[in-house]
C-alpha cells in the first residue's frame, strides 16, 4: 500500500478554490489505478481535477495531479451506499462542481470514455451521465430481463444501465445520493445498493447516457445467483414501492436513441439444458407457491413452457412481464415472505435467459429482443397501477 | 322370610336365639339421604360458581367493548398524527415490518390485549368462586394458564414448520435437488414431532413416556439422516468442501474469466 511521504522535495501544484471535477476511484490493484490515472491525465485538465483513492501511488509518480486518500470501503462488485456517501463528503469539502465515480476494473474504460463521461456532467448541466458499455450478448443478462424493462416502464428513462458501476454526477446529484445512502449508513446497511437514474427521475434531475464502448464488469465474489438476484430485484422492488406516487402517473418515454454501430463480440449459444431442468423442477416443487402469486393465466403460460421441447422454448415477452410486475406487486404486499417470493423467482429468472438464448440463436439481435420486452413491460403497466391501487387478494 | 334370613346370619349358634328383625324400608331410606346429599351438593356447588360464571361472562364482554373503542381511538388519533407516515420515512429496512400499516397494528393489539386482559380477569373471578365453592383442592386457572400456552405452542410450531419447510424446499429446488420436496415434507414433520413433544410436556401428559418416545423418535431420525448424508454422498460433500476451499482463498473482486468475451458459453447474469 502506497503512503504519501510527508517530506517530499517535489512541491505539490497549488490548491485551486473549488474543483472542477472530483474523481472517486474504488479500490483496485495498483497498476490498473497507474492505467486510469494515466487515461484521465490525458484527456482532462490536470489543474482543476482532484483523485481520490484508497490506495494512492506516490506522488511523485504524477506531480500535475493532485489527489487525496478516500476512506476506505468494503470490496463490492456494485457501488454501495457508503460509496455515495464518500463521494458526497469528498465533493462538498472540496467544493467540486462534477464527480465521477469510477468502479473496480475501470481500467479496461477507454480515455475517450472517462472524458465523455466527465465532459457530459461538467459542460451540459446534466445531472447525472450514465455509461452504456457495450457487452457481449451472454453479459449482463438479470440487467437485460429484470432492471432495465422496469426502469424504463415505470421511470420512463432510456438507460440501458440502471445499475452501472460509474457514474458521473453533478454536485446536487451527489448530494441526494449521498443523502439517500445515509439513511442506510446509519441503520448499519451501508453495503446496500442505490439506484441513482430512480433517483434522479423522481427528482427531476437531468440525466443523459453516454455510450463508453467495452468495459470489464467485476463478478462478485461468493457467486450464489439465487442470493445476489434476491439481493438485487429485492433493493430494486423496495426502491419503486417507496416511489409509487411518482412512477404511476403518465410519463413521456424519451425517444429512441441511434446506437452507434457496436461490435458485438459473437459466442456460441450457451446450453440451456441445465436452465430447463430448473424451471421444469421448480414447476414441480413451486407451482403452489407460484399459484400465491401469480394470476391463472400466467400459470398456463408457464404450465405450457414447462412442457416445450428446449429447441422450441420461447417464454413469450407479455407473461414476463406479467410474473415481474405480480412479483412486485406480491412484494409489495407480502404475500408470502419476501425472501421466498424472491427465492421462487429465480427459477422463472432462469426460464427467460434460456428463452432468450434460443431467440438470439434463431438469429434475432440480442438487443432488438430486450427493446421488445421492454415495451411489453411499457404496454402491461397499466396492469401494474391498476392492481396496485386496488390490490385484490384472488385466491385461484 | 325376614325371619328365616335373621336366623340364617345369627353368628353365635350357642346363643338364644333371638329373633332379629331388619328394617327394608331403612336401606330405601338411606339410598335417598345419599342421593338427595349428592344432589344438595351438586346444586350448591353450582349455585356457588354461578356468580364466577357471570363475572366471567361480565369481564370479558366490558373489556371487549373497551378494547373495542380503544382500539378506535388509536386508530383515529393515529392517523390524524399521520404515524404510519412519520414512521415510514426513517424507516428503510422493510424486511421485517408487519404487513398491515403500523396504525392498524397498534389498534389490533390494543383490542387483543384489553380481550386477553378481561379473559384473564374472568377467569380469576371464576377461579376463585370455584375455589370456595368447593372442598376439592384444585384451582382451575393454572391449568387453563398451561391450555393457553399449549395452544400458543402449537400456533408457533406450526408456522415455524411450515416456514421452514418451505425454505427448505425453495433453497432446494434452486440447487436443483431433485428430493426437494421429500426434503421439506421431512423438516416439517421433524418440527411438528418436536412441537407435539413439547405441547405434552407442557401439559403435563404422558410423563416420561413422552420424553423417552421423542427422544428415541427423534434421535433415530437424526441418525438415519446422518447416516444417508454421510455414508451416501461422501463424494459430494468432499467435493463441495473442496470447491468452497478453492473459493474462499480469493480475497478480492474476482475479474471475469479471460476469453469469455471472445469465445466462451459462459454467461454472466451481471
Keep these: ?396 | 322370610m325376614r325371619y328365616i334370613f335373621a336366623c340364617i346370619i345369627q353368628t353365635d349358634p350357642y346363643q338364644s336365639s333371638q329373633p332379629v328383625t331388619i328394617d327394608s324400608s331403612s336401606i330405601w331410606h338411606h339410598m335417598s339421604d345419599a342421593l338427595y346429599q349428592s344432589l344438595y351438593r351438586v346444586l350448591s356447588l353450582l349455585i356457588a360458581i354461578l356468580p364466577g360464571i357471570l363475572a366471567f361472562f361480565i369481564a370479558l364482554v366490558v373489556f371487549t367493548v373497551l378494547g373495542m373503542m380503544l382500539s378506535a381511538l388509536l386508530r383515529r388519533g393515529l392517523a390524524w398524527a399521520k404515524f404510519d407516515d412519520r414512521l415510514t420515512r426513517y424507516q428503510v429496512s422493510t424486511e421485517w415490518t408487519p404487513s398491515h400499516s403500523p396504525t392498524e397494528l397498534v389498534a389490533r393489539a390494543s383490542f387483543w390485549g384489553c380481550l386477553l386482559l378481561g379473559l384473564i380477569i374472568g377467569v380469576s373471578a371464576f377461579d376463585a368462586s370455584y375455589a370456595t365453592g368447593t372442598t376439592l383442592p384444585i384451582s382451575l386457572l393454572p391449568y387453563l394458564t398451561h391450555a393457553v400456552g399449549a395452544i400458543l405452542l402449537l400456533v408457533a410450531g406450526n408456522l415455524i414448520a411450515r416456514f421452514l419447510a418451505r425454505t427448505v424446499l425453495i433453497g432446494a429446488v434452486n440447487a436443483q435437488l431433485q428430493y426437494a420436496r421429500f426434503l421439506a415434507l421431512g423438516v416439517k414433520w421433524l418440527v411438528l414431532v418436536v412441537t407435539a413433544a413439547m405441547i405434552l410436556d407442557h401439559l403435563q401428559i404422558g410423563g416420561n413416556v413422552v420424553e423417552l418416545a421423542f427422544g428415541i423418535l427423534f434421535g433415530g431420525i437424526v441418525l438415519t439422516l446422518a447416516l444417508a448424508v454421510g455414508l451416501g454422498s461422501r463424494d459430494l460433500v468432499s467435493r463441495s468442501l473442496e470447491s468452497h476451499a478453492e473459493r474462499s482463498s480469493e480475497r478480492s473482486v474476482m475479474p471475469p474469466p479471460a476469453g469469455s468475451t471472445g469465445t466462451g458459453e459462459k454467461l454472466r447474469h451481471f
Excluded at chain 1, 517535489?10 to 485551486?16: A, G, N, R
Excluded at chain 1, 441526494?176 to 445515509?182: K, S
Excluded at chain 1, 429468472?349 to 438470439?360: D, F, G, K, M
Excluded at chain 1, 440480442?366 to 396496485?388: G, N
Aim: proline residues 9%; without cysteine.
Design chain 1, 1 to 396: 500500500m502506497a503512503t504519501a511521504n510527508p517530506i517530499s522535495d517535489v512541491t505539490p501544484p497549488p490548491v485551486p478554490s473549488g474543483v472542477e471535477l472530483l474523481v472517486l476511484a474504488a479500490s483496485m490493484p495498483p497498476d490498473q489505478l497507474e492505467t486510469v490515472l494515466s487515461r484521465l491525465s490525458e484527456v482532462l485538465p490536470t489543474d482543476r481535477l482532484l483523485i481520490a483513492a484508497p490506495d494512492l501511488p506516490a506522488p511523485e509518480a504524477y506531480p500535475a495531479l493532485r489527489m487525496i486518500a478516500s476512506p476506505a470501503t468494503k470490496s463490492s462488485w456494485t457501488l454501495t451506499a457508503s460509496d455515495y456517501v464518500n463521494a458526497a463528503e469528498l465533493a462538498r469539502k472540496n467544493h467540486a462542481h462534477a464527480i465521477l465515480m469510477l468502479g473496480p476494473e475501470s481500467s479496461s474504460l477507454s480515455a475517450t470514455a472517462l472524458q465523455h463521461l466527465a465532459r457530459t456532467v461538467s459542460t451540459t448541466g446534466t445531472d447525472l451521465a450514465n455509461p452504456l458499455y457495450q457487452l457481449s450478448p451472454n453479459a449482463g443478462l438479470v440487467n437485460s430481463a429484470i432492471l432495465y424493462p422496469l426502469t424504463r416502464a415505470l421511470f420512463a428513462q432510456r438507460v440501458r444501465f440502471p445499475l452501472a458501476i460509474d457514474h458521473a454526477l453533478s454536485l446536487r446529484m451527489a448530494e441526494r445520493l449521498g443523502a439517500v445512502g445515509q439513511r442506510y449508513s446509519g441503520l448499519n446497511q451501508g453495503d446496500a445498493i442505490i439506484w441513482p437514474v430512480n433517483e434522479a427521475a423522481f427528482t427531476g434531475y437531468a440525466i443523459q447516457e453516454v455510450e463508453v464502448g467495452p468495459r470489464v464488469i467485476p463478478q462478485p465474489i461468493e457467486f450464489d445467483l439465487n442470493a445476489i438476484l434476491a439481493l438485487v430485484a429485492g433493493s430494486l422492488f423496495a426502491d419503486i414501492d417507496a416511489k409509487a406516487a411518482f412512477w404511476q402517473r403518465a410519463r413521456t418515454l424519451p425517444s429512441a436513441r441511434t446506437p452507434a454501430q457496436q461490435q458485438r463480440p459473437s459466442e456460441t449459444a450457451a446450453d440451456i439444458a441445465p436452465m430447463l431442468d430448473s424451471f421444469r423442477l421448480a414447476y414441480t416443487n413451486l407451482r403452489e407457491i407460484w399459484s400465491l402469486v401469480l394470476p391463472p393465466n400466467s400459470l398456463l403460460g408457464l404450465k405450457r413452457l414447462s412442457t416445450t421441447d428446449a429447441t422450441t422454448f420461447r417464454m413469450p415477452d407479455n407473461l414476463w412481464a406479467r410474473i415481474v410486475f405480480d412479483f412486485l406487486l406480491a412484494y409489495r404486499l407480502r404475500t408470502i415472505n419476501r425472501g421466498h417470493l424472491l427465492g421462487a423467482l429465480t427459477p422463472l429468472y432462469l426460464a427467460w435467459v434460456a428463452s432468450h438464448i434460443n431467440i438470439t440463436a434463431s438469429g434475432t439481435d440480442p438487443e432488438r429482443h430486450i427493446e421488445e420486452v421492454a415495451a411489453a413491460f411499457e404496454a402491461d403497466k397499466p396492469y401494474l397501477v391498476s392492481r396496485w391501487r386496488w390490490p385484490d387478494r384472488f385466491n385461484p
